[in-house]
Structures are given as structure tokens and as C-alpha cells.
């Protein structure tokens, strides 16, 4: 069994927290492969392990990560999205969706924010929606 990890998106702030506690935890799982997909910003060089690889993934790459992933899973496997964003297509095998942005799923008032913000977050807003 592999667990595939699509963290292309992730670089700082919360989401590394928890990329970082995920890679850490592996260690206790000898027995799994982890094919772990990352922001080319990442540092991944204290994770290295055995059991884990890394694939570094540029910006323009993040929504063709899922097709990279589907080539490579099998029914056994398990694919986690770490991105706040469900994949735009579906894989053979179980998948999971790990959603720590409140902003995307809940009616909260962006005021405050900036317009790129604001941007980025309706955009996610949109992609979570209609990939649902």
C-alpha cells in the first residue's frame, strides 16, 4: 500500500504546521510507502526517510497533480489532499480531503482582507464547490 500526499500547495503558516507533523508521524509507519507531493518552496531535507519520497511541484503544475496521482495509485492505495480543494477528478481508490480553511467552506466577511485575498480565497471558494 502506498499513501499519496498532495501538499503542492503548501509552503508556511498552518499548512506546513501540519505537512510537518504528518511527515514526522511517518516514521511510525515503516510498513507504508508515502509518495508526498510538495510546493517547490518546501523544505523537505529533515523529513528524509526510507519510506518517504518527495515530488516538488511548481505553481502552474498543483491542478495536474491528481492526474499524476491516479496513474500511480491502485485500489489498495490512499490519497490525502492536504489543499483545501477536492481533486477534479476521481480516483480509484479511497480518498480523503483534509480542509483547514475555514474561509472556503463558511460564510465569513472578507473585509479586511486585501483584494488579491479576497481573490484567492472566492477562487477557492468556487474550485471546492464545483469539485465536490
Not at 95 to 105: A, D, E
Not at 106 to 121: A, E, H, M, N, Q
Request: charged share 25%; with cysteine.
Amino acid at each position: 500500500m502506498t499513501i499519496f500526499v498532495n501538499a503542492s500547495n503548501i509552503h508556511t503558516g498552518g499548512g506546513k504546521v501540519i505537512l510537518n507533523d504528518f511527515i514526522s508521524a511517518t516514521k511510525f509507519f515503516n510498513q507504508i510507502n508515502f509518495k508526498i507531493y510538495i510546493d517547490s518552496r518546501f523544505n523537505f531535507t529533515e523529513f528524509e526517510r526510507k519510506n518517504v519520497s518527495f515530488t516538488k511541484t511548481k505553481k502552474r503544475q498543483r491542478f495536474l497533480v491528481c492526474f499524476e496521482i491516479e496513474k500511480q495509485t491502485h485500489n489498495d492505495d490512499i490519497v490525502i489532499y492536504l489543499t483545501n480543494i477536492p481533486p477534479i477528478i476521481r480516483h480509484k481508490c479511497k480518498t480523503v480531503l483534509m480542509l483547514q480553511n475555514r474561509f472556503v467552506i463558511d460564510y465569513f466577511s472578507l473585509s479586511g482582507f486585501s483584494i488579491l485575498t479576497k481573490i484567492r480565497i472566492n477562487l477557492k471558494k468556487f474550485l471546492f464547490f464545483i469539485n465536490k
